[in-house]
Each structure stands twice: as structure tokens, then as C-alpha cells.
């Protein structure tokens, strides 16, 4: 089976759609005022419906959606998507914060709810430079570790997490984010590389194969629509593909800002990574609707909201709001257009109470960056995407 559009739902399909507008995806125009409320009520269909046959659609689940705390996320995920990813439950510092010691309680739930509902569990992610103790790469004194020592934890770290879940996992994002943002060189200079030299990227994919020969393996990253950014990323891959390096697939994360959406770029880039051969995965799709914010990693962290930088507390206005669905329509029908190279694209976050752009780059704001609302409801967002994947039937 191709693990690309691995799904097992088949035959439960109308009975599903039946109870679900039974039950929850029932929902009123937006808009209708108190005298209009004879309005008939919308049947939602869900997204996975929406877009089967063209690409899995995914979601990202967080740890509170996984120990059964966020019922409304968890009914919402079981309902629209058929890829789960675990927004942090399976990072270097969720399954071994100490050497040794591996906590997989979170991650088994993920891949378990992934099974009961026919969804494709993502892995994510085995070597990245954020989320991992520091331990993988340095001693107790702060010493970076010898190559060989590094590795060795590297190794290990892949051999238990995919070979754990070997043939049920068949998507990893073997290495996050190690492309570097500015600057001539083309690496970031991660602990990683600094402990084990270049080729650690090659090393990860090749104990990743070694554990599960089977796997979909993804390189994934940010800002890899455009820009320098996009040519070193392009360098990266050929270079991996030249020496063999078993690597599918590259992720493109696209957590994109309404201000100034990469339509283009993207479109442009998704055409020149499927040229490499690779399958495309649009990794973590978001926008968010306010102002960047200081992107200062110290100030981000410290940096308390203001009426501009926060400005829809009370809600967002229906122009907004509008704009918001255009522009998740637009990017939709692009995907859409490149089906036989697109294999996903997931959304980071299920809706956006819970979405981590809240607090990115400034905490605690109010954002609407998803395609459900705070209260589980489907935005104007949804049913622009909804169309879009209907008109493309
Ligand atoms: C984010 C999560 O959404 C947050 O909950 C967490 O605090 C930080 O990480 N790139 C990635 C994701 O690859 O793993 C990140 O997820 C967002 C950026």
C-alpha cells in the first residue's frame, strides 16, 4: 500500500458523514441576524471527504488533546482529518528528557487515535535543534560531546522511537529546521551540527531507514517558500539525493501571515521540490491575522501584548474575517492544483483557541489563524476551502 494515502475508512464513509451532521457539523450562516434565524442550517461536510482522493489532510494534536482533556479538539480531529500529528508529544524533550528513559504514553495515544479513526499517525520530529535536551550533544559541564558520542545518542534516538512504532508510523520528519535563515552558509549551526559535523543530516536519514525501511522520510522546515532560503534548501536536498541519502519527501511548514501570504512563492516551490523527485508536504499550515510582532527571540518571549499588536480581543471584523477565507481559498486551490505532487497538507492546530500562534511571536494574543473557531465552529475560512475542494471534484 502507498503509505501517502494510507486510509483505511472506505466503507465507514456514509455512515459517518450520517451521524456527523447528526451530531456536530450542523452549523448556522454566519451572519444571520435574530429575526433571519429561520435560516436552514448548513451540512458540513468533512474536510477529509472534501479532499479525498486529492491529498491527506491533516491536524496537529496537543498533549492535552492526547490525555483526553480537549474533548472538543479530539471530536473535531476524529471528524475532519485523516493525519494526526502530535504537535509535541513525540519531540526529542516529550520522549527522552533523560537518557534512557523514554515516556511514550502521549505519543501511543496519538498513534491509537489515529488507528481507531482510519487517520495516517505523523512522526514528528527525530533531529531538531529546538525541543531537545541538551544532553544528545553536550555533557554535564556543558562540554560539547565527541562526534562518535553524539551520534550514538542520535542513533539510539531514532532506533527506539521509529523502531516502536515500525509499520504503524510511516511518516517522519526525520530532520526539522536545519537550514540556516541568513547569511552565506547553508546549515544552521545547531548543536547537531556542531557535535557531529554536516553530514548529521545524512546520518539521521539513514538510521531512520535503518529502523523502518518502509517510511516516508521528510525534511521540513520554515520559510522555505522563497528567497536564499529556498535555493540553499533546494542545494541541501540535491546534494542528500546525489549521495543516495534515502529522503521522499520535503515538508513546508507555511505558517504564513495574512499581511503578506506567499501564494506565488509557494506555488513556485512546491514546482521546483517534485522536479527533485520528492513528494511535497504542506507541514504546519497556518495564517495568522495580526502584525508580526518583535521577532527578537528574547523580546518574543517577554513581550506583553498592546492594543496594536493584539487588536482583535473582541473579535474579528467580518472584513478580516473575509480576507482570512480568500486567502485560505487561494491557497487551497493551489495545493489543489498540485495533487499529484502534494501528499498532505496539515493544519497546525485544530482551532484557534488552542493555536500556538497565540503566543508567536507575542504571547498571550488573541488569533484566528485556523478553520475552526474558539467554540468549534467552522469559519468563513472553512467554507472557502470546503468550496474550493468541491469545485475541484
Ligand atoms: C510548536 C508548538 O505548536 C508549540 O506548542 C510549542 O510550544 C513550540 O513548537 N515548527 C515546528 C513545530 O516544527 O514543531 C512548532 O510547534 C512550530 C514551528
Same mark, same amino acid.
Given at each position: 500500500m502507498n503509505p501517502f494515502s494510507q486510509n483505511r475508512r472506505g466503507e465507514r464513509h456514509l455512515e459517518q458523514i450520517l451521524t456527523i451532521s447528526a451530531i456536530l457539523a450542523v452549523s448556522f450562516? *454566519?451572519?444571520?441576524s435574530a429575526q433571519e434565524n429561520v435560516v436552514p442550517p448548513k451540512i458540513v461536510m468533512p474536510l477529509e471527504d472534501a479532499f479525498r482522493g486529492k491529498f491527506l489532510i491533516g491536524t496537529a494534536l496537543s498533549d492535552r488533546a492526547l490525555e483526553g482533556r480537549d474533548p472538543l479538539s479530539e471530536s473535531l480531529a476524529r471528524t475532519h482529518f485523516d493525519a494526526f500529528t502530535p504537535e509535541n508529544s513525540m519531540k526529542p524533550e516529550a520522549l527522552q528528557r533523560v537518557k534512557g528513559q523514554f515516556t511514550f504514553a502521549n505519543a501511543d495515544a496519538l498513534v491509537k487515535m489515529a488507528e481507531e479513526t482510519g487517520a495516517t499517525p505523523i512522526g514528528h520530529t527525530l533531529v531538531w535543534h529546538s525541543q531537545t535536551p541538551a544532553w544528545f550533544t553536550h555533557d554535564d559541564a556543558g562540554r560539547l560531546l565527541s562526534r562518535r558520542e553524539a551520534l550514538q545518542n542520535m542513533r539510539n534516538h531514532i532506533a527506539a522511537v521509529v523502531g516502536r512504532y515500525k509499520g504503524r508510523v510511516?511518516?517522519?520528519?526525520?530532520?526539522?529546521?536545519?537550514?540556516?535563515?541568513? #547569511?552565506? *552558509?547553508?546549515?544552521?549551526?545547531s548543536p547537531w551540527r556542531q557535535a557531529i559535523g554536516d553530514d548529521y543530516i545524512a546520518e539521521a536519514f539513514r538510521a531512520a531507514h535503518k529502523a523502518d525501511p518502509d517510511a516516508i522520510l521528510t525534511y521540513n522546515d520554515y520559510s522555505n517558500e522563497s528567497g536564499p532560503k529556498r535555493n540553499k534548501t533546494l542545494r541541501l536536498l540535491k546534494s542528500l539525493l546525489a549521495q543516495g541519502i534515502p529522503i521522499n519527501a520535503v515538508g513546508m511548514q507555511c505558517h504564513w501571515l495574512l499581511r503578506a501570504p506567499l501564494l506565488q512563492e509557494a506555488d513556485e516551490a512546491i514546482r521546483l521540490y517534485s522536479a527533485l523527485g520528492l513528494k511535497v508536504i504542506i507541514s504546519e499550515f497556518d495564517i495568522s491575522v495580526l502584525p508580526l510582532g518583535n521577532m527578537g527571540a528574547d523580546i518574543a518571549a517577554t513581550e506583553a501584548p498592546t492594543p496594536t499588536s493584539n487588536p482583535y480581543t473582541a473579535g474579528l471584523p467580518q472584513d478580516v474575517s473575509q480576507k482570512l477565507a480568500d486567502c485560505y481559498g487561494q491557497a487551497f486551490a493551489m495545493f489543489l492544483r498540485h495533487k499529484k505532487d502534494v501528499a498532505r497538507v496539515t493544519l497546525w492546530?485544530?482551532?484557534?483557541?488552542?493555536?500556538w500562534r497565540n503566543d508567536f511571536t507575542v504571547r498571550g494574543r488573541t488569533d484566528y489563524?485556523?478553520?475552526?473557531?474558539?467554540? #468549534?465552529q467552522p469559519k468563513a475560512a472553512f467554507f472557502a476551502v470546503q468550496k474550493v475542494a468541491q469545485n475541484a471534484r
Open positions: 450562516t *454566519a451572519g444571520a510511516k511518516q517522519w520528519d526525520v530532520v526539522n529546521e536545519a537550514v540556516s535563515d541568513s #547569511g552565506e *552558509a547553508i546549515l544552521r549551526d492546530g485544530v482551532h484557534d483557541g488552542t493555536s489563524p485556523l478553520l475552526f473557531d474558539r467554540q #468549534g
